[in-house]
T-cell receptor
Framework: NAGVTQTPKFQVLKTGQSMTLQCAQDMNHEYMSWYRQDPGMGLRLIHYSVGAGITDQGEVPNGYNVSRSTTEDFPLRLLSAAPSQTSVYFC??????????????????FGPGTRLTVL | TQLLEQSPQFLSIQEGENLTVYCNSSSVFSSLQWYRQEPGEGPVLLVTVVTGGEVKKLKRLTFQFGDARKDSSLHITAAQPGDTGLYLCAGAEDYGQNFVFGPGTRLSVLP
């Protein structure tokens, strides 16, 4: 299994340009999400999906769009890039564990990230 | 919005020393995870704790979930240079699949 893959690894954009960050997973996980990581702020949730055809907003959704046409793929689109979107972007997929006698819990698996610079 | 705080923010120690890092919140989480992240890579899951008071050990790493499920700690015994990295805690809200992350503790273990 490749796990969670992301492309590209690095990207430089000019203000106003658009682009799509690709994310794919081969673990048949229903849940996928996109985070951005900025210094000193941890990871913040941008958008997430609980299954094909279903997406929802996270903490910082403005300026980003997502779609989920298949279980495997969850692309993130920047419609008109701004310098404030300079960040490292991580895609994750997760699986919910349900075991007898314990509360359900989820485990996330992250991709290697995309470092985006907007000039 | 539930918030997670981590302390210390930075920690630099010598190989062989012990250390503890903390993850705190005023909110209750249904589960809490610890990750380690190395430069240029994504976070890698170390452990998930679910039950208040739960203690899990992973070789030299000991994880504890607070009784009230609001805080957690990570203790490393006899730290090694390979333990160097950013340690992140993340709490799950209401048994859902959305997590809130702390800002991380950056650990440097010097040989």
């Amino acid at each position: 299994n490749a796990g969670v893959t992301q492309t590209p690894k690095f990207q430089v954009l000019k203000t106003g340009q658009s682009m799509t960050l690709q994310c794919a997973q081969d673990m048949n996980h229903e849940y996928m999400s996109w985070y951005r990581q900025d210094p000193g702020m941890g990871l913040r949730l941008i958008h997430y999906s609980v299954g094909a055809g279903i997406t929802d907003q996270g903490e910082v959704p403005n300026g980003y769009n997502v779609s989920r046409s298949t279980t495997e793929d969850f692309p993130l689109r920047l419609l008109s890039a701004a310098p404030s979107q300079t960040s490292v972007y991580f895609c994750a997929s997760s699986y919910q564990f349900r075991t007898s006698g314990r509360s359900p819990y989820n485990e996330q698996f992250f991709g290697p990230g995309t470092r985006l610079t907007v000039l | 919005t539930q918030l997670l705080e981590q302390s210390p923010q930075f920690l630099s120690i010598q190989e062989g020393e012990n250390l503890t890092v903390y993850c705190n919140s005023s909110s209750v989480f249904s589960s809490l995870q610890w990750y380690r992240q190395e430069p240029g890579e994504g976070p890698v899951l170390l452990v998930t704790v679910v039950t208040g008071g739960e203690v899990k050990k992973l070789k030299r790493l000991t994880f504890q979930f607070g009784d009230a499920r609001k805080d957690s700690s990570l203790h490393i015994t006899a730290a090694q240079p390979g333990d160097t990295g950013l340690y992140l805690c993340a709490g799950a809200e209401d048994y859902g699949q959305n997590f809130v992350f702390g800002p991380g503790t950056r650990l440097s273990v010097l040989p």
